[in-house]
């Protein structure tokens, strides 16, 4: 549909990576999907959309990857594919929704809104 996208996952080459990154941050490419990779220690500013194709294993995970908008007070967008396989994670990202003041999807609370406690030990 003409849309310019790059992606960045583990099952690519470093260089494949580098390259797409560059391609992005030089603007040559405006949309990058991701997975866990990308999802610390990139510094990218301007950053308007973060499409996560897979949900990252843990919610800080999750705050990390979508920080990649929103940052110096500029606004962006986060899209994430959430399924059946995430769901024992669904309550502690309607917090996180919550938390942040946004719009917590009907779809996602029939996932269940439980959190798992944390046991030390």
Not at 9 to 15: I, L, P, R, S, V
Not at 73 to 78: D, I, L
């Amino acid at each position: 549909r003409g849309w310019k996208a790059v992606s960045v996952h583990g099952d690519k080459a470093q260089h494949d990576r580098t390259k797409a990154l560059s391609l992005f941050k030089e603007g040559k490419c405006p949309l990058m999907i991701a997975t866990d990779v990308a999802s610390r220690g990139l510094d990218i500013p301007d950053v308007e959309v973060v499409i996560n194709y897979s949900f990252p294993l843990t919610t800080e995970d999750y705050v990390h990857r979508i920080g990649r908008t929103g940052r110096a007070g500029k606004k962006g967008v986060a899209h994430t594919f959430f399924t059946q396989a995430d769901k024992g994670l669904a309550g502690e990202l309607v917090n996180v929704l919550r938390e942040a003041d946004q719009v917590v999807p009907p779809a996602l609370t029939k996932f269940g809104t439980h959190v798992k406690k944390k046991v030390c030990g």
